[in-house]
């Protein structure tokens, strides 16, 4: 199997972007931004139409597009901007704390950009004679097996670079999102983590969308990394965890797909990935019901800050 | 004829109204954005919008299951939706407050999932499903009468259930602990909410498409929150918001020839931005 060229390629693509997602996603399930990636994987779609439809090339839509929106979204008022300095903004439901007007901001912002991607499939498909089946399926459905050694390389670039610029904002970002308040009193930038969190994830979202497909990017993102968080609640081997998860979905993913040629390897990929996921839920469930592991308990409220509100989370050891 | 703009509205929606086909998509245009603009008042109060996006994709592998199975369309799409339903009520925990960021990760898993699993069902297929983009992307142009009257049916059993669920459900989904402490089963007005959600999504999408759909449910409601925090007052903006910009947006589809996913979109986006304007 390893000696087809092309299975090279798509593991060493596969790998990168699944270490990759797999920490970038144990922070956003962590900050509860699950949706932002999702609206971020759509994006990838509308942009590569619209490169399409630019006759550009379809990764520099790609890119620009879920970079520029991730950077809207943080403008937005989303979680970057919550807490104290948005709050006396006050946009009705009063959303400081946790992120509720992030719900329907992303929600309403990206069924627009869905409806873009409608129009510049229309400009296209209505250009250019044909073709426009063969960009709808490679950003639909990603391309892993269609990689060239040049692209896998330079999937393999942006990821290690997304990792290290992970590495650089992992120990402030993850005190940023588990309690802002503190953070930001001893002079953590918590608004600009957010944002280039969410530049990290658009980048992420671009790349991912290469391997598995915009539709199945979520899969790579949410999945291992909720199963992680299902597992353990220490951060470090959390993120580990996740990385690993994805990781194996990748190769076992790559594997089945190469064995059965009917089964699409972005499906297989994330088949394995939401498996892994079920399995987590189950074995998680039980532990935390069990009460084998006192700290799950402790786990729970310590994930849960974006959930609730934070005043109810600092006032509750208080009334314990 | 040749669609053309003139000066005179009157004669445009006259012009129309001469094709049964445009007639067909008012109408399910009509139903689509009152029952979305109801269910999605609810749903934007209960920050589901991530549930709600989920659900109205599940009409993709509804639509591969049934090829495959060779069964009625509307049966993939319920096992998708109910399925997905409970998949992500059973992510949100067994408490009565539900723990939102392990929700929206199962529902992220459950979105990933059943797609992967679309995937698979096509591929195992081998056949072409009708139009995936249309799928996605909807359509209002196409619906015959028989498709209206579905709507129809599914939008007066949606209201109905809401109607007997409205008012512990909009306890629960304004403050889950009080609601618990008066009595209000919170969780499994939860589950059943998603149900619904789902049901209406899906049977919905089937015939205008994911994108269209959720662009109803989440933008005039969002829009109309903003706007006002009464119950009563917020719902009927809603519905007037969604009606607006379903028929606007279907009128500038025929006139532009622009996909009716473009500008329904479109507008619903402008409506919120403007509302958040205002109340800035």
Redesign the interface.
Known sequence: MLAHEFIRNALLAGSCVALASGAIGWFV??R????A??ALSHVAFTGALAAAAAGWDLRAGLFLATVAVAMGLAALGGRAGSGGSSGS?G???GGSG?S?AD???????F??V??????F??LYSSGSAGGNGIV?ART??GSIFGLSAGEAWAAAAVAVGLLLALGVVARPLLWATLDPRVARVRGVPVGGLGFVFLVLLGVDAGEATQVVGA?????????P??AA??LTASPWLGMALSMAIALVSVWVGVGCSYELS???P???I??V??GC??LA?LAGGRVRRGGAIPSRGAT?DA??P???EPTAMTSRPSTS | MEPHLSIDPVNDVQQLLSYPFMVNALEAGTIVAVMAALVGWLMVLRRQSFAGHTLSLMSFPGAALAALAGWPLVWGYYVFCVGGALGIAAGAGVGATRDRAQESAATGAVQAGALALGFVFLSLYGGVLEDLETLLFGSFLGIDSGQVLTLLAVGVAVLAVLALAGRPLLLASVDEVVADARGVPVRALSVAFLVVLGLAVAATAQITGALLVFALLVAPAAAAQLLTPRIGLGLALSVGLALAVTWVGLGLSYFTNWPVGFTVTTLAFILYAAARVVKR
């Open positions: 399930v962590l509860g931004q699950v949706f990636g999702d903004g946009t009705g439901s946790h509720p719900d329907t901001t992303i929600g309403v912002v069924s627009w869905l409806g873009l991607g409608a129009l499939l229309y709808g639909l459905f539709l199945l990017l979520l899969g790579l993102l949410a999945a990394a909720g968080h299902r009917s089964l699409p972005g499906s297989a994330v088949g990935a939401v996921y079920v839920a729970g994930i849960a974006h959930g609730r």
